[in-house]
């Protein structure tokens, strides 16, 4: 009977290439159990996390530095009303009559004075910036320009009291004249047109003025 002498090399070439194999199967088995492992952990914590909202705050507060900014404004005048009066006054004397004409001419400024402006007065309700503004007044007793004061007829002589005493009279007859009910009016609605401009300017949407 013959015999097979190359059987014993065969089997020296076969046997590194079982291992070979063996090896193989073996990384394959253990990324397969890696991979069932890594989807089952990533689908337990994507059942049990709790979904996340991002919310985006988009409400504008007023801050204090921006409520001191604008109180800093003080004096706001939005209305100025210019007159002129002339004033006359007789003295009569023995022989003849002294007599004192004269022009003043005044500028009378309605505003606010946020110096004026109680605690709170800008603040945020909701979404809404609200003003509250100090009354309209007249911002300075000193309206009349002395510079431009002119005597249209002079006669005599007169005292500072006589001449003072013209002064007040224009005064009086100024603020009569100016200080009406519809002249308030006016500056009390040009000034919540004009302030709600500016908080409009600094970002506020929606705004009140009272």
Known sequence: MKQNNNSPRRNIFLMPLRMLIMKILLVVVL???VVVVARH???KVSSTSTMT???KDEKIDITPSQ????????????LEINDEELIDTVRHGFFSDDELVRIYYGTLRLGINLKDAHEGWLAMQGDTLCAILPP??????NFIDEARTRS??????WTHQ????MYNRAVQRMRRRCLTKKNYQAAHDNARV?????LRSMGYDKVKVE
């Open 31 to 33: 990324v397969v159990v």
């Open 41 to 43: 952990y990533i689908n």
């Open 53 to 55: 909202e991002v919310v």
């Open 67 to 78: 409520i001191r900014s604008i109180e800093q404004i003080g004096e706001w005048s939005f």
């Open 136 to 141: 309209v007044r007249l911002l300075d007793n």
């Open 152 to 157: 249209f007829i002079e006669t005599g002589k």
């Open 162 to 165: 006589d001449r003072k005493a």
């Open 194 to 198: 004009q302030f709600e401009q500016m």
